[in-house]
């Protein structure tokens, strides 16, 4: 025998209040008692209701969920990236709805089409995303905050990691620390934050190593792309005396092919990652590298977002950097020369 299911007339019986009071208070409407209130909630509870998600959309205007397409759900930093979304989104009672979109410009836009119309807001970290893309694919009236995005459109506020300057920053830490030559592991092509990195490579060692040979391999952000390159680093006819890779993921995989080869670090050889995932800090030895605050990032998109739903503000004047700092670590060997700064100084 099947049970009814409860209605909301169900619960304002039940209440003794107005089918109005009960709408108000489960959607948090306001304009009732307290008294109304825990009456309610408390009939609620006892029969078990569990409102129409559709109806009260309909009633309110909003589904209280965001979505976040992502260009992966795989590895450290977007599980991290992730969760830094979903905890800020859980303290504002929203929930979350997540997508990948790995596979292609149609495939970034097949997943914002999807969300359209069961999102009150997107945050978007793709490649793939340029103005025709918003354009074609996005609401004029959805607020969405661009994450590591080269995309100035006013109606949309980004936030960035400030890439170029962390790069350069651990270039300078890598000569600082007395390694004359410095390789450097690009990610995929076409990536914005790969090719802020490789910017940031460029531009110290053309400052600071005038003379010295550029050295750039190619990656992909995953840790067999690191390890293709510590052999092919391996194989040149002159190794480079550090090696710097453009995020975390790629520097374990290029250590793993040293360690393989039988090559020391840091004394044969040094290496630097970039992003500061959790597990840097325990392989052996543990990875110096570019740390960016990953959860920080998804809060402080979920809140921009949230500030763009609640109409605060104009997009275009919420454009954000965060700053990326130097960890020193055992891989880097600046604890066998002493000469380390934990937070060198970007390049002016």
Do not use: W
Not at 266 to 293: C, H, K, N, Q, W
Request: proline residues 4%; neutral net charge; aromatic residues 4%.
């Amino acid at each position: 025998m099947t049970t009814k299911k409860a209605t909301i007339k169900d619960v304002a019986r039940e209440a003794k209040v107005s089918i109005a009071s009960v709408s108000r208070v489960l959607n948090g409407l306001g304009g009732v008692t307290a008294e109304t209130q825990a009456a309610v909630r408390k009939a609620a509870a006892r029969l078990h209701y569990v409102p129409d998600s559709a109806a009260r959309s309909l009633i309110t205007g909003r589904t209280h969920t965001i979505g976040a397409v992502l260009p992966d759900l795989y590895g450290e930093f977007f599980s991290e990236l992730i969760r830094g979304i979903d905890l800020a989104a859980r303290a504002k009672g929203l929930h979350l709805l997540v997508s990948s979109s790995h596979d292609g410009v149609e495939d970034a836009a097949a997943a914002v089409r999807t969300m359209r119309g069961r999102v009150d807001g997107m945050i978007i970290l793709s490649e793939f995303v340029d103005g025709d893309f918003l354009d074609h694919n996005l609401p004029s009236d959805l607020p969405a905050v661009l994450l590591d995005s080269p995309v100035d459109n006013p109606r949309y506020p980004s936030i960035n990691m400030d890439n170029v300057a962390g790069a350069q920053a651990m270039v300078k830490h890598l000569l600082d620390t007395g390694h004359a030559s410095v390789a450097f592991i690009n990610g995929p092509a076409g990536n914005y934050d790969a090719q802020q990195r490789e910017k940031g490579y460029r531009a110290a060692m053309g400052q600071l190593a005038p003379k010295a040979k550029l050295n750039i391999v190619a990656g992909d952000f995953s840790e067999e792309s690191g390890y293709r390159a510590g052999r092919e680093l391996l194989a040149q006819a002159k190794r480079p005396r550090a090696v710097f890779a453009a995020n975390d993921m790629m520097a374990v995989g290029c250590l793993y092919a040293f360690k393989e080869a039988g090559i020391r670090v840091p004394e044969d050889i040094a290496i630097a990652g970039f992003d500061d995932i959790l597990i840097a800090r325990y392989v052996s030895p543990s990875l110096s590298t570019v740390s960016v605050s990953i959860a920080d990032l998804g809060k402080s998109a979920l809140l921009l977002l949230t500030e763009l739903m609640e109409g605060k503000g104009h997009a275009g004047s919420n454009t954000r950097t965060l700053r990326c700092d130097v960890v020193v670590r055992e891989s880097c060997g600046a604890h066998q020369t002493n000469v380390a700064t934990k937070h060198p100084p970007a390049l002016v």
